[in-house]
């Protein structure tokens, strides 16, 4: 059965440093979305993708953050300089039929 | 702010028992969901209701969207020890919109 991917699994950075949390959607799906979710909280919605342009975002998306889609299947988060809130696992969805996302796995983010 | 609760928060049963966990908002969506999630992984979806009133039923598993769309509960028969986990109402506003997730619902089955 067809899966999202991400990678890597667990990502360790320092404070102020660039992370990109890489996510490999399912083919032919056409609506990317990312996600977050802070040890213990639910699962807050980042921002979606849709035709190579952010269809929605949430106020957590700020300046710091940025998506892009540099091939036909690659899906990236890039945080340009993280905070130790960052912290967090993250959460790659992608969805064909209406209503029915798929997400990965995720990936942990831990900011020191 | 459109906002998902569930009740209860946790619930610890014996195995062979039924349980209900509700969800509940103030906000009209167009479908609701229930997702389980496990430690260090990311939500699964179970299913998806999209018609007020609307009931479907999966094994041991029944769910059913309110009337008025704004509420939806998740009816678990027999419950298992594999039943064990972390459930989460979501909504949709449209088809294609984010998913707003409610806080979860920690089940625990004792064998």
């Known amino acids: 059965e067809p899966e999202v991917t991400q990678t890597p699994s667990h990502q360790v950075t320092q404070m102020g440093q660039e992370v990109i949390l890489h996510c490999v959607p399912i083919?032919?799906?056409?609506?990317f979305y990312w996600y977050r979710q802070i040890l213990g909280q639910k699962v807050e919605f980042l921002v979606s993708?849709?035709?190579?342009?952010?269809?929605?975002k949430s106020e957590i998306f700020d300046d710091q953050f940025s998506v892009e889609r540099p091939d036909g299947s690659n899906f990236t988060l890039k945080i340009r300089s993280t905070k130790l809130e960052d912290s967090a696992m993250y959460f790659c969805?992608?969805?064909?039929?209406?209503?029915?996302?798929?997400f990965g796995p995720g990936t942990r983010l831990t900011v020191t | 702010t459109q906002l998902l609760e569930q009740s209860p928060q946790f619930l610890s049963i014996q195995e062979g028992e039924n349980l209900t966990v509700y969800c509940n908002s103030s906000?009209?969506?167009?479908?609701l969901q229930w997702y389980r999630q496990e430690p260090g992984e990311g939500p699964v979806l179970l299913v998806t209701?999209?018609?007020?009133?609307e009931v479907k039923k999966l094994k041991r598993l029944t769910f059913q969207f309110g009337d008025a769309r704004k509420d939806s509960s998740l009816h678990i028969t027999a419950a298992q020890p594999g039943d064990t986990g972390l459930y989460l109402c979501a909504g949709l506003k449209t088809s294609y919109d984010k998913v707003i997730f409610g806080p979860g619902t920690s089940l625990s089955v004792i064998p």
């Open positions: 993708f849709y035709n190579n342009e952010i269809s929605e």
């Open positions: 083919s032919n799906h056409l609506y």
């Open positions: 906000s009209v969506f167009s479908s």
């Open positions: 209701v999209v018609t007020g009133g």
């Open positions: 969805a992608s969805i064909e039929t209406p209503y029915e996302q798929y």
